[in-house]
């Protein structure tokens, strides 16, 4: 065989076989499908809040701050 008839069917192989494994790849290409949902999105918020506050003062620190001449 000549080498320009090998080189020549080497190429017309290796054609092929890029054709094959491109059009196999494109086949198996996985697809995504975002959709809406028929149903209203529920939030169910349950939620207790309590707040207490308590301040203690002693009847001595009291007496100091209503004393005018400490400040």
Known sequence: ???QLKFSCILTLLALT???ST???AGCTPTV???ASDKPIEVNLNVKIEHEIRIKVDKEIDELFS?????
Do not use: A, E, H, K
């Open 67 to 71: 004393d005018d001449d400490v400040f």
């Open 33 to 35: 499908q975002v959709t």
């Open 1 to 3: 065989m000549d080498i």
């Open 23 to 25: 059009i196999g790849l």
């Open 18 to 20: 890029l054709m094959l």
